[in-house]
């Protein structure tokens, strides 16, 4: 694994502001959230809840892993957009059989952490294509988000 769940008190404690009535302090982290420190010394909040899909038997499954800076704070792109990477999977019923919910939320936590599928007998638990996988990572986010690339006056491109 290329991330470490921060799991220390000190280290958590970088991650709090305090109560404006009560002065104690509060976690920017929300309670349904993990706070991750990648190999590139980024910090992230990932989550994933799931629901009773309305129309069928299945389980609809939403990660979302949000890019911090190094008090807990949404980090900003040039056009002032929180970094962030979301992907929705609703799972079936033979999934859910076989893997249960929780493989198969960390398997959509993994992929949008960049990081490589799980693999059972040779293939992965959920199949993606290396696309999709790509377009989620929040390592390409913050890769996109930090290089603006070249500009490109649009009249010397038509």
């Known amino acids: 694994m290329s991330y470490t769940k921060v799991t220390d008190p000190a280290d958590l404690a970088a991650f709090t502001?305090?109560?404006?009535?009560?002065?104690?302090?509060?976690?920017?982290?929300?309670?349904?959230?993990?706070?991750?420190?990648?190999?590139?010394?980024?910090?992230?909040?990932?989550?994933?809840?799931?629901?009773?899909?309305?129309?069928?038997?299945?389980?609809?499954l939403i990660g979302v892993v949000r890019w911090l800076d190094h008090e807990g704070g949404a980090v900003l792109d040039a056009l002032d957009r929180r970094v962030m990477v979301t992907m929705q999977h609703t799972a079936s019923v033979g999934q859910l059989t076989r893997y249960g919910e929780g493989p198969l939320k960390r398997e959509l936590l993994l992929m949008l952490l960049g990081e490589p599928p799980t693999l059972i007998?040779?293939?992965?638990?959920?199949?993606?294509?290396?696309?999709?996988?790509?377009?989620?990572?929040?390592?390409?986010?913050i890769t996109a988000a930090t290089n603006e690339g070249p500009a490109y006056d649009l009249a010397d491109l038509l």
Request: proline letters at 9%; aromatic letters at 4%.
């Open 17 to 60: 502001l305090p109560d404006p009535d009560t002065g104690e302090p509060i976690s920017v982290i929300a309670p349904d959230e993990e706070l991750l420190l990648l190999d590139t010394g980024d910090y992230v909040a990932a989550s994933c809840s799931a629901y009773r899909h309305e129309h069928m038997g299945g389980r609809t």
């Open 121 to 141: 007998e040779g293939e992965p638990i959920i199949i993606w294509p290396d696309d999709v996988r790509a377009s989620v990572s929040i390592r390409n986010a």
